[in-house]
């Protein structure tokens, strides 16, 4: 990324807190290749078509983190038509689990690590505590594991009793009837995965979909992540100097 000025680097990369930068979360882990972002790219119109579709499909993504977060809330919101689906399928995890949110987008900081960063939810899920981090992509990744441990470890650096980290997937598609292929859209852009090559699909309605997955190593987490920092900070070393004097 190219950044005009110092200005610039400090304000989408990290957040000023108490007369002290700190980098963001999300910027650092930015620095870890992401090959299957290759593929996406490869099956767009150009390069455009495809910062356009990530752009929408962000905001659907924000959209989707608002809403869910309103309903955790007990706030009485208007669901947006387009997102329907996703936020049933949360309504039915909130009703069969117990739920207890404790904080929401909290900014959390680790002064002894230098980052900062927003929890989507603190809360307290069928009587654990742990950070819970909403995803609206098509699967769990790996990389989840990376920016939950960095907030696990800041919140422990301020005292927070040992944390679990989960991840809660939210999405929704629509399966064809006669094989078990599903279609996405995200940000105008349209994906079939899995069912049969040769199926002419019949598409059913669009279905919410919801997976909690409990993450585990966070050690080996935590380490992956200082080593995303470091390359990190090796990559902007050039602003970072100017932070620094
Ligand atoms: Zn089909």
């Known amino acids: 990324m190219f950044y005009q000025d110092l200005k ?11 007369g002290i930068w700190y980098p963001r ?7 870890k ?13 150009n390069f ?19 809403t869910v977060e309103a309903i955790l809330g007990g706030k009485d919101i208007v669901i947006p038509e387009n997102i329907k689906p996703a936020v049933k399928a949360f309504t039915d995890f909130k009703n069969q689990n117990e739920v207890i949110p404790h904080q ?14 927003t929890i989507d939810v603190l809360a307290e899920l069928n009587g654990r505590l742990g950070v819970l981090d909403i995803k609206t992509s098509y699967a769990i990744y790996r990389d ?15 005292g927070t009793p040992p944390l679990v980290r989960w ?44 997976e ?12 992956a992540f200082l080593a995303c920092k470091h390359l990190w900070e090796w990559e902007h070393k050039y602003w970072l100097d100017k932070i620094k004097l």
Request: contains cysteine; glycine residues 8%.
């Open 8 to 18: 610039h680097f400090k304000s989408t990369s990290g957040y000023e807190i108490d």
């Open 25 to 31: 979360v999300t910027s650092i882990i930015s620095i």
């Open 33 to 45: 290749a992401k090959p299957a972002l290759y593929k996406f790219y490869a099956d767009q119109v």
């Open 48 to 66: 455009a078509a495809g910062e356009k579709v990530k752009t929408l499909s962000a905001e659907e993504g924000t959209l989707l983190h608002e």
């Open 104 to 117: 929401m987008e909290t900014r959390i900081i680790s002064k002894n690590h230098w980052y900062a960063g």
């Open 144 to 158: 989840y594991g990376i920016q939950t441990a960095a907030y696990v470890e800041a919140l422990q650096e301020s």
């Open 167 to 210: 991840i809660l997937r939210i999405d929704q598609a629509k399966q064809c009837l006669r094989c078990p292929a599903k279609l996405r859209e995200k940000g105008g852009n349209i994906k079939i995965r899995g069912g049969k090559q040769d199926c002419q699909h019949v598409w059913g309605p669009t279905m919410g979909e919801i």
């Open 212 to 223: 909690l997955r409990e993450l585990e190593g966070f050690n080996d987490d935590m380490k």
